[in-house]
């Protein structure tokens, strides 16, 4: 079996939200799709691990933001990269409560879904839900998961369904990873060269956040 | 509820494969994804009016040949617009049994599965499959669904989650529809200045297939 068969699957990239005792969360996922347009149906899949999970699980309802390319990348990241056990992810980012639930204002539609079924697997639940609302929030081309990939440089969170370990410990020599998110740099220009300015493009983290691997 | 906020998921373009008694049969697709890696497990969402829903109850086993954006497009409307039960979808279709399932020879890689789990909607079966092989067969970029109906201006089959009705009766005149996959011309050139020997892309028809509507 050849794992890299995987990547030729195509994927959006989405902040997956819902409320937690009050609180909005939610976490970044890539698996998202229509069921059925009549009613109009949708599912995601979300690792048990991940704390939004267990907060979609009580809630009973969830919202997909689907990214747009020109959506901020450090959204990923913070939304992918940190539980929202012991962080408030929606600190500091903009967003509106659209159907009583919170959805990003930086993303180009939003799918607001009441919980109708779900189908556990080893590591995911693929929660289906029953669309309440939708709408498209701005003109732009939707963020493939190709895209955040091949243009953005990013890498994929431990909990996601397509992670595979050896994305996180590239053979190459000189690699600088992100202390906070574990993106590593892989771009052409030598990290000791990158402005004294230059954040991480996934989290936003400051150059002196990142550590030679 | 807005329905144009659902065009902003991505997803790719498959051909889903199983075995109807010995025969091969199969069903365009474009919602399938990765759901967990260890073990790897994949889902895909076929309408219970498919053919090819049936097939895969009965054999157990399921493949997905992932297109590329190179692959012949008239594979999709013949996989997608006619139906296995009075075709033989894979008649004169380059293929080779790998895994035991039938794989088209023009696609990127291909996952072969074994179901394990199946969750019923109001149209739509999601079949949960336990990966028992996958293999990528050629290098090249994988077909989006954004590039099928971008590039190649493919339509969507009636039994697609993400069909809406309107898409088959657009509202301009002098519009030519193919008698055979239904795939509405509406390229630049007039249809009458086509050469003769032009053919459907979707579904390789001769010119003289398509009726004025």
């Not at 809630?59 to 997909?64: D, M, S, T, W």
Request: aromatic share 10%.
């Amino acid at each position: 079996m050849d794992p890299k068969a995987f990547y030729a699957m195509s994927y959006g990239v989405y902040v997956v939200s819902t409320w937690d005792n009050g609180r909005p969360t939610g976490c970044t996922a890539n698996c998202a799709a229509q069921i059925t347009s009549a009613p109009a149906t949708v599912m995601v899949s979300i690792n048990k691990d991940n704390y939004t999970n267990r907060c979609i699980r009580d809630c009973g309802h969830f919202a997909i933001s689907i990214l747009a390319e020109t959506s901020e990348p450090s959204v990923i990241g913070r939304f992918g990269f940190r539980s929202g056990r012991d962080t408030d992810k929606f600190d500091g980012v903009p967003y509106s409560i659209r159907d009583k639930l919170p959805i990003l204002d930086d993303c180009c539609a939003y799918i607001a879904c009441k919980v109708i079924d779900k189908m556990e697997t080893s590591t995911h639940t693929v929660f289906l839900g029953e669309v309440i609302g939708a709408e498209t929030l701005k003109k732009g081309t939707p963020m493939t998961y190709a895209y955040y990939h091949n243009v953005i440089k990013g890498k994929t969170g431990k909990n996601s369904p397509t992670y595979v370990a050896e994305e996180q410990a590239p053979a190459a020599t000189e690699k600088y990873v992100c202390s906070v998110c574990k993106y590593v740099y892989v771009g052409d220009v030598p990290f000791e060269n990158l402005p004294e300015d230059w954040t991480c493009p996934i989290c936003g983290a400051p150059k002196s956040k990142f550590e030679k691997i």
